[in-house]
């Protein structure tokens, strides 16, 4: 089987399951959810200082795109759920097996699942980033501060930060076959850092992406971006040395 081949059948299988719709859908949710309840309590600290006991009284506006990274932390368990399955779901029934004897090039099934969820996602993204920045400026109303560079650029961020989530996912799919296990390590090489103090967990994923996120520094996006090869190295590795 072609490399073509092989990334079109990864796109049937990919869209022939209903968890694809809805772990889709429901980050399109949370983002939404998310950017809109940040917005809509920034408001109401300000127009009821009263009722804080602690609150940053400099700030009388918000960048629009402030909301919407934060909100891509949340959005990410659903894209994290979406890629894992490609992977995992193939173990849990065992499809693995058929595909593996269709296709018996172990790195060109990894390479085609990835970049098949990858672009899926990528594209999600840019569509989550523009629901994340209307539903922000449903809660922000009057309160937003719109940067039209700043904005295009987070957006940006988002797509490409989720995209490397999900290759993180994927390949964590292929080292542990199952579903708990795969979102259990992926969440703690992604929010564990971030409960983590001092200078090693600027070089962990979790913290680096979440920076990547928030500034858009190189630095960040490439210590992420060398954590997905890592695992995806490993991935590759354990696909080859194990029997499916």
């Given at each position: ?154 957006v940006f961020r988002v797509a490409a930060y989720l995209t490397l989530v999900s290759a993180i996912s994927v390949g964590m799919g292929a ?70």
């Open positions: 089987m072609t490399a073509q081949a092989s990334a079109r059948s990864e796109w049937i299988k990919l869209w022939s399951v209903r968890s694809t719709w809805w772990c889709l859908a429901s980050s399109v949710l949370l983002m939404a959810a998310c950017a809109w309840t940040l917005g809509k309590d920034f408001v109401h600290d300000l127009e009821n200082p009263a009722e804080q006991a602690v609150r940053d009284t400099t700030a009388t506006t918000m960048p629009l795109h402030e909301p919407l990274v934060l909100s891509a932390l949340l959005a990410q368990f659903a894209v994290v759920a979406f890629a894992m399955l490609a992977m995992t779901g193939e173990y849990a029934t065992g499809l693995i097996r058929s595909t593996l004897r269709a296709q018996p090039s172990r790195g060109r099934v990894l390479l085609a699942k990835v970049g098949v969820v990858g672009a899926v996602t990528f594209a999600s993204g840019l569509v989550l980033g523009v629901a994340g920045l209307a539903a922000a400026q449903l809660g922000l109303s009057d309160y937003a501060v719109v940067d039209g560079g700043a904005t295009a650029g987070a080292i542990l076959r199952g579903g708990v296990g795969t979102m259990g390590a992926v969440l703690v090489l992604l929010v564990g850092p971030l409960l983590i103090a001092g200078p090693l967990s600027d070089y962990l994923p979790g913290t680096a992406g979440a920076t990547f996120l928030r500034d858009g520094t190189a630095r960040d996006g490439i210590v992420l971006a060398l954590w997905t090869a890592a695992v995806l190295a490993a991935a590759y590795t354990t696909l080859r040395r194990r029997d499916a």
